[in-house]
């Protein structure tokens, strides 16, 4: 794989290649979202499910009613508040949109990512791509399950498998929110309310301060519908637990002596008692959007260190924090026995 430059990158997808493409939350492994042979191989590479649906990501000029029918009036007011950025909507799909990019779902998942580069790239592909609308397929481009990628490095590090020319990678810099776009489905399946199905840096209480209404939220479902919802997704490989400052505090205690394994501990401030010598301690962020910035960097570097395992210390509870709270929690529900293995 390669470092591409902008015309390589459109020419290439032109011809059904994939490309690294950076975004404002994490960066997404893009193909020609009406292309199905480009659309198999994003599913092959991520090692993905193909009953999980994709996102396909469009220009702020781009008609809506090319890839979805019956618009709510609330999806164009989330459209005009929050386009472009990190905020993906889900809508009845058109009838001529391939069930490829859905997984088989009757609606679509949009978003126009901010990102001056994925900005240009759409563009420019949906200027060069004869027929169709230029939208891009992508995922976050990680292994199915695994951390998502915030720079271009961590994208080379996921695919080591992808030989040169198969994916090109445009390197648009560290993505400066760091968490997947909040996801709401204004399909109205539950009585025309929409329902935030994935948290992120848009938070509740903006989408409900735009729409003058109350959403649903935190909707889990059975099947996988958004599969960043199962309850073990983002996991790094190295064991993770969220505890509490006080069940940190006293599993350091308990392990002071003894301290056999080798552990990141993930705090917030420093604690006066004594640490195992085998324990490490990494401050973290006091604030939700820099935790949020600096989290899935953070997740992989850990990773690189050979822990036995990561103790993170549990965020405070509050709305600001849910996006950062439901990555740790499903991240840690990776190594809960019986639960799904996303
Ligand atoms: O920030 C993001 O959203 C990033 C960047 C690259 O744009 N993309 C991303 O894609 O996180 P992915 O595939 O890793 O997660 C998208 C989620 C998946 O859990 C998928 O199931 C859900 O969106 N999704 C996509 N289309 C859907 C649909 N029609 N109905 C319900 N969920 C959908
Ligand atoms: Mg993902």
Known sequence: MVSADMAAAVAHLLQGGLVAMPTETVYGLAADAENPEAIKKIYAAKQRPADHPLIVHIAPEADLTYWARNIPSAARQLVEAFWPGPLTLILPKAHHISDHVT???????????????ARELIA??????????????????????????????????????????????????????GIES????????????????????????????????????????????????????????????????????????????????????????????????????????????????????????????????LLVEQPPQGPAWSAVNDRLGRAAAAFIPSQDAG
């Not at 997984?103 to 580069?117: D, E, Y």
């Not at 199915?144 to 490095?153: E, L, M, Y």
């Not at 099947?223 to 919802?229: D, I, N």
Request: net charge positive; hydrophobic share 35%.
């Open 124 to 177: 420019r592909f949906a200027q060069a791509r004869p027929g169709g609308q230029g939208g891009l397929a992508a995922p976050s481009a990680n292994k199915f399950g695994q951390v998502s990628p915030t720079t271009a490095d961590h994208v080379r590090h996921e695919f080591p498998e992808l030989a040169d020319q198969a994916l090109l990678i445009l390197d648009g810099g560290p993505s400066q929110v």
């Open 182 to 309: 909040t996801i709401v489905d204004v399909s109205m399946p539950k009585a025309g309310t929409p329902t935030v199905l994935r948290p992120g840096h848009i938070t509740v209480a903006q989408i409900e301060s735009v729409l003058g209404r109350p959403v649903l939220s935190g909707v889990q479902s059975a099947s996988p519908r958004v599969s960043g919802s199962l309850k073990a997704h983002y996991a790094p490989r190295t064991v993770l637990r969220v505890l509490s400052r006080q069940a940190l505090r006293a599993w350091l205690a308990s392990h002071a002596k003894d301290g056999a394994e080798k552990v990141a501990a993930v705090v917030f401030a420093p604690f006066e008692d004594a640490c195992p010598p085998t324990v490490r301690l990494y401050r973290c962020p006091d604030n939700p959007d820099d935790y949020g910035r600096n989290l899935y960097a953070m997740l992989r570097d850990l990773d690189q260190q050979n822990y036995d395992m």
């Open 103 to 117: 997984g088989g779902q009757p609606t679509i998942g949009l978003r126009c990512p901010s990102h001056p580069v």
